[in-house]
């Protein structure tokens, strides 16, 4: 395993911690596929779904009266009964029409089939069967498979360039090495990196100018 990686990645947390983002790492470590819910999954995939295409720190703010808007997402059942309501005042906060139906369109599926059995296709196939909902595609369903407990990481163009940087063809890849040798799941070391590159916005120079002693490393 290259040293220098792992030593990279423990840089790259401690910075993150020291700037106030332990309760993310944590977070993001205590999710579980097992413990996934209903109300869990629709909070997950609306989250995503808004997202998609926006800057976090925009759906952020707008995140909790949205949430309002549908019930805190405390049931499929609920979203669905009353989904003209949910929609006309959604829309108020966050004018995206399609973006709010495709939440409807989740809740209204989950409500007809059940969330057992929509949790039991995921588990079966989840990067093939998430992308079955709306506006989950190629790179969104490692978002949403991230933030519902799945051991994926998110390829985005901050973790690409950080994957690409040390001989990586694929994030997959690249998080995982990390995770095997470091105990960290896949997504909290790709939470780490993105946070990371939010913090500094030269993070690819940053990582590659740090002088890692690599023999003081094979000590420990």
């Excluded at 499929?76 to 409807?104: D, E, R, V």
């Excluded at 079955?132 to 998110?154: M, R």
Aim: proline fraction near 3%.
């Amino acid at each position: 395993m290259n040293y220098e990686l792992l030593q990279k990645y423990n840089f790259a947390k401690t910075i993150v911690i020291d700037q106030g983002f332990h309760d993310e790492i944590s977070w993001q470590a205590k999710i579980s596929f097992e413990d996934l819910d209903e109300r869990t999954f629709l909070r997950e995939f609306s989250w995503v779904v808004l997202s998609s295409g926006m800057k976090n720190t925009v759906i952020e703010k707008k995140f909790d009266p949205i949430s309002n808007c549908f019930y805190e997402w405390e049931s499929a059942s609920l979203i669905a009964k009353n989904c003209t309501q949910c929609l006309k005042s959604a829309i108020k906060i966050f004018n995206n029409k399609a973006k709010m139906s495709a939440i409807i369109d989740a809740a209204s599926r989950i409500n007809k089939e059940g969330f057992s059995k929509i949790k039991k296709l995921i588990e079966k196939d989840p990067i093939k069967f998430l992308q079955e909902f709306k506006f989950i595609g190629p790179i969104t369903v490692y978002h949403l498979a991230k933030n519902i407990g799945l051991d994926f990481a998110k390829p985005d163009r901050h973790l690409q360039r950080i994957a690409s940087m040390h001989n990586y063809s694929d994030v997959q890849s690249f998080c995982r090495d990390i995770s095997k040798h470091i105990g960290d799941s896949v997504p909290v070391v790709d939470i780490v990196y993105w946070r990371f590159a939010t913090i500094e916005p030269d993070y690819l120079n940053v990582l590659s100018s740090l002088n890692i002693d690599t023999n003081t490393l094979l000590k420990h």
